[in-house]
């Protein structure tokens, strides 16, 4: 998911952009699960995905028919039989503009939930990830960066952003394209945001 006002310039894929209802239908950490897992490791059914998470496969079944009634999830087609039922994401760019929902008060309490799962997400793949054993051509690779010294407007991190993705996109292989066998799945995180200022007198 983008926590973006715009995608950036030159991305091919159609865009998704998140409002008021789909956000109350995505915003659950069991849906959230569930999105993610089919978005990293491709389709799956619901009773592969209540194994991998140990919820029961009624409960998955129905937050996955939420997922697709909001369009972000949709049945594979031709793959598996009316009881075991395939689900795959929806190929498009999710767009959260947070402050289309300022104006909201209805919306707040998902925008809230929304926002602190996916902080909460982030960070545990983070933490998976250096907590795992690799060998040292992935450890080399990986990078776990922060600047703390940069001082923007608002303007200015908007364009940082808008380019950090663009780079992104660019670096992103065809999802028709034959993987190289030594790639492995990468996740790569941008988080750049303002801070209070908390200095002395």
């Not at 194994?51 to 087609?77: D, M, N, P, Q, Y």
């Amino acid at each position: 998911m983008i926590d973006s006002p715009e995608p950036p310039a030159g991305s091919d894929r159609p865009v998704r952009v998140i409002d008021a209802r789909s956000l109350r239908g995505l915003a659950h950490p069991l849906r959230m699960r569930l999105l993610d897992l089919l978005k990293l490791d491709g389709p799956a059914t619901s009773a592969g995905l209540s194994e991998r998470l140990g919820e029961k496969t009624g409960t998955v079944s129905w937050h996955l028919r939420l997922l697709a009634e909001h369009g972000f999830i949709e049945e594979e087609t031709g793959r598996g039989t009316r009881r075991e039922r395939w689900w795959r994401v929806v190929a498009s760019r999710t767009v959260l503009n947070t402050a289309d929902f300022r104006e909201d008060p209805g919306s707040r309490g998902a925008l809230s939930l929304y926002l602190d799962e996916l902080v909460r997400r982030n960070f545990r793949r983070v933490a998976d990830s250096v907590g795992e054993e690799w060998d040292d051509r992935w450890r080399g690779a990986r990078s776990v960066s922060e600047w703390t010294e940069m001082r923007m407007t608002p303007d200015q991190l908007h364009a940082l952003n808008e380019e950090l993705t663009a780079v992104v996109e660019r670096h992103a292989p065809d999802p028709d394209a034959e993987p190289d066998p030594e790639a492995l799945p990468v996740v790569v995180q941008i988080q750049s945001f303002p801070r209070k200022g908390r200095g002395g007198e």
